[in-house]
């Protein structure tokens, strides 16, 4: 027992072994700060995907019309509010009693706004003042899930 | 200078950003349980609802005119109003929250009112647009006047949610419109007292000369008079303490086990002196009850008043007094369908006067409830507490209710949908 211990001992203390160079250069860093203090935080994701932490809000995807955007039925999106949906930008609407998400095409000429599928089964929507039609947010990001951990 | 960020109808406006198919129809929203009516939309208020009204009893307008009813969804509200003022406080070093949906901005360095005008203006839109809660200001160089020109922010649509009270004669014309009962940091006793003395207005109270202010109200009424006639003198930190703390409950079937309803009751108990120790306060009598239900044959309440000889806010002592009134007045084979606990006679936690006989060591209690809380504000409400308040999975099912909106932005599995 009490050999087995000694023995672990000197296991355990390969500093003395590895000569006196090393001992003296740890001695002279003791005496700075350690500069680990500025590095501790780790990497926050939703720091990268949150721009505006008071405007930001989360919604689950549930369909298959925006599936050659590479946007799918459980997916997580962020959405934005606080910016304004340019031709493109991706928005979640809400249209005559439903949250949708789709492709927003702004069309003054024709004094409507079109809402595009990614989807050739779709049709696109064409809103006018007559829809009750709200643009609630646009879409920054989304979260696919490749595999669920649990 | 000052501005007043008062957000309309809070919490039919919370519940309208999820539902927008609710915008232009009459929405009100009840309390915690027991069904009175505390928030309404423009729409509710035009229809007649009053503040307060039990539910019950507008059984009648909401059948005929389809009006919307929601329970109180205070993990929604708590965040709305954390993202506002989170956003306000872009704009200002001193932003001083009032309630959960009122806050006073310092704009001392705008350079003059257009300036802090344009800015609240587009505090405003930012506001509608990114968080989808409607939100007006009063402008003024003190809080009390600032409390007056967002009442009138409020009622004249003209105004565009943005009212401005920067010279003598829109405070006159602004306070002479004003009922001297709405004025800020005037009670109601007060009230009584100038009224007799044939003061309706807040300006027949701001022209009378400060020595009848001093006379009639005393100290807290000076200052009142002398923020209406412009002289800054008011900080919300002196605003007055809430008068009450009620925490109270209807449970969805009558409650006969005696634990149940003590693991119940020892939540409220938490609860409420959690938020007396948040405003600084101590009380100094708590009122604790329990009902069997209004159809039951025979009404069996348990009911006391405690007096506290030394003002407390400590959460072990009012568990304790709780825990033995429930003991000594509970009855078997009874069904508990109403408990609840108010503390009332509320002052300022400096310089309590210790009794005389006081046994508790104070010093010690006091070290412990702030771990507690510290815990607790880490780590989410009540995660550590007194043995009574440990919630078994039957007690937290007492009081689930029904026309509760979702948390829609505080619990993953309870985020909107987008069909698609």
Known sequence: ?150 | MYALCDCNNFFVSCERIFRPDLRQKPVVVLSGNDGCVVARSNEAKKLGIKMGVPFYQIQGEVAKYGIVHFSSNFALYGDISARIMQLLSRYTDDLQQYSIDEAFLDLSYCSDVAEAKRLCEQIREEILKGIGVSVSFGIAPTKTLCKVASHFAKKYAGYRGVCLIDNDTRRRKALEQYPIDEVWGIGRRSVAKLQLAGIRTALDFASRPAVFAQNALHLPGLNTWRELNGEDCISVRELPEKQSITCSRTFVHGVTDRNLLEQAMSRFCANVAEKLRKQHSVCRQMFVFAHTSRFHAQQVVIQTTITFPTPTANTQELLDALLSTVRAQWRPDTPYKRAGIILFDISSDSGIQQSLFDTRDRERDNRLQRAIDAINSKQGKQAVGFMSQLQSKQASELYEVGAKSPAYTTRLTDIITLHC
């Open chain 1, 1 to 150: 027992m009490n050999i087995s211990m000694d023995q672990k001992l000197t296991d355990i203390t390969p500093a003395e072994q590895s000569g006196p160079e090393l001992l003296l250069a740890e001695k002279i860093h003791a005496g700075f700060p350690s500069p680990a203090p500025d590095y501790t935080e780790r990497i926050d994701i939703t720091r990268e995907i949150v721009q505006h932490p008071e405007t930001t809000f989360y919604a689950r995807i549930d369909g298959d019309s925006m599936q050659d955007a590479g946007i799918f039925s459980g997916d997580l999106v962020v959405i934005d509010r606080s910016l304004s949906a340019n031709n493109g930008d991706y928005v979640a609407a809400y249209i005559d009693g439903e949250f949708t998400i789709k492709e927003f095409q702004n069309d003054p000429k024709d004094n409507c706004a079109w809402l595009i599928p990614h989807n050739d089964k779709y049709p696109k929507i064409r809103v006018n003042e007559e829809n009750a039609f709200i643009i609630w947010g646009v879409i920054t990001h989304t979260i696919h899930a490749i595999k669920h951990p649990y």
